[in-house]
C-alpha cells in the first residue's frame, strides 16, 4: 500500500493560486486536477457514482462561511475527499484556509495532500472551470448523461432493437451537467467581486 503524506499546514505559508482543470467526460469519465495538490494523478469521477450535484452543494456551503464541508468523490476501487477547514480569523481575516485531499480504499489510507487556499479562489475556480468544461464544444453529453428522454425508455421491450438503439445514443446515466448552477455559489462570487471593486475605489 503506497502512504504518502505532503501537507501544509504552517499558518505563515503563502498561499498558492489554484489551478483546476476538469476533462470533458470520455465514455463516463471526468478527470478533475487541482494543482497545487495534484502534479500528475488527480480524481477520477465515474457517472455510476456522479458526484457532481454534491460538489454544488460543497461548494455553496463554503460560499456561505461554513468552516468545515467535505466533498466525497467514489472513484470505483477507491475514494477521494476533499475537504475544506476555515483557518481562525485574524483581526477579520482569514491568514489561509486548509483544503486537504485524502484518497482510501478497503485497504486504508493511500495518499493526503493539502494546501493553503482563499476561500473566495477556491469557490471561484472550481465553480468557473466546471462551468466552462461545460460549455466547452468537446463536451459530448452521450458521453456522461443520461438519455433526454429516459423514462420513456420504460415503455420499451428491452429486447427490441429500438430499446437498443436509444441506450447506444446515450449509454450512461449521468447527471445533465450543463444544468448544474447555483445561485447561491453565483451570488457569492457577484457580491465579493463588487466588495472588491469597491475596496479599489477607495484605495485610488
Not at 478527470?31 to 461548494?59: A, N, Q
Not at 476533499?82 to 481575516?93: R, S
Not at 468544461?133 to 429486447?159: I, K, S, V
Amino acid at each position: 500500500m503506497t502512504y504518502i503524506f505532503d501537507h501544509t499546514t504552517d499558518i505563515e505559508t503563502t498561499l498558492e493560486e489554484l489551478d483546476v482543470k476538469f476533462t470533458c467526460p470520455n465514455a463516463g469519465w471526468v478527470r478533475l486536477m487541482i494543482k497545487p495538490l495534484h502534479k500528475t494523478r488527480g480524481i477520477d469521477c465515474s457517472y455510476v457514482f456522479d458526484p457532481f450535484p454534491e460538489m454544488i452543494e460543497w461548494l455553496e456551503q463554503i460560499a456561505s462561511g461554513a468552516r468545515t464541508a467535505t466533498w466525497e468523490i467514489d472513484e470505483e476501487g477507491q475514494t477521494s475527499h476533499l475537504q475544506f477547514y476555515a483557518a481562525p480569523q485574524t483581526f477579520g481575516k482569514e491568514p489561509g484556509n486548509l483544503l486537504l485531499h485524502m484518497q482510501s480504499s478497503d485497504g486504508g489510507i493511500l495518499r493526503i495532500r493539502g494546501t493553503r487556499v482563499d476561500r473566495r479562489q477556491l469557490v471561484e475556480s472550481v465553480y468557473r472551470t466546471f462551468r466552462t468544461m461545460t460549455a466547452d464544444p468537446a463536451y459530448l453529453p452521450r458521453e456522461w448523461e443520461m438519455h433526454p428522454q429516459f423514462h420513456l425508455l420504460d415503455d420499451l421491450d428491452e429486447e427490441e432493437e429500438e430499446y437498443e438503439r436509444e441506450r447506444e445514443k446515450f449509454p450512461y446515466t449521468g447527471h445533465n451537467l450543463r444544468q448544474l448552477t447555483s445561485v447561491v455559489v453565483e451570488n457569492y462570487l457577484a457580491e465579493r467581486a463588487d466588495s472588491d471593486r469597491q475596496l479599489t475605489l477607495f484605495s485610488q
